[in-house]
C-alpha cells in the first residue's frame, strides 16, 4: 500500500509564491520518476513537472522559468517551489510517483488526492 499526500496549497495573490510539498509512505522500495500535474476547473488534467531518479528536471511551457521541482530521496518526498503565480494557476494540484514496493518490484503509477491552489486578488 502506497500513498501520496500533498500540502502547502492555498489562496495567495497574484505575484506570490507558494510551495507545495508531497509525502509518499507505504511499503516504497524504490521510486522512480515524480512529478506534478494539475486541473483547473473545466478543463483537463495538465502535467506541470517532473523529477526524475537522476535529478534530472522538465517542466511545461506555461511554468517554466517560475516553478521549480526538487526531491528528497530519503523523505520520499518531492516539491514544487512556484513564483509569480497568476490566476490561471489556479487548480487543483496532485503528485505523482512511478514507485515499486515491496512486493511489486515494478514500477507503478500512484497519485495524491491533491491540493488546492487559488491564486486571486
Known amino acids: 500500500q502506497v500513498q501520496l499526500v500533498e500540502s502547502g496549497g492555498g489562496l495567495v495573490q497574484p505575484g506570490s509564491s507558494l510551495r507545495l510539498s508531497c509525502a509518499a509512505s507505504?511499503?516504497?522500495?524504490?521510486?522512480?520518476?515524480m512529478g506534478w500535474y494539475r486541473q483547473a476547473p473545466g478543463k483537463e488534467r495538465e502535467w506541470v513537472a517532473r523529477?526524475?531518479?537522476?535529478?534530472?528536471?522538465d517542466y511545461a511551457n506555461s511554468v517554466k522559468g517560475r516553478y521549480t521541482i526538487s526531491r528528497d530521496n530519503a523523505k520520499n518526498m518531492v516539491f514544487l517551489q512556484m513564483t509569480k503565480l497568476h490566476p490561471w494557476d489556479t487548480a487543483v494540484y496532485s503528485c505523482?510517483?512511478?514507485?515499486?514496493?515491496?512486493?511489486?518490484?515494478?514500477?507503478?503509477?500512484?497519485w495524491g488526492q491533491g491540493t488546492q491552489v487559488t491564486v486571486s486578488s
Open positions: 507505504g511499503s516504497i522500495s524504490s521510486i522512480s520518476t
Open positions: 523529477i526524475h531518479s537522476g535529478d534530472w528536471t
Open positions: 505523482w510517483g512511478q514507485i515499486a514496493t515491496l512486493t511489486l518490484t515494478q514500477y507503478r503509477d500512484y
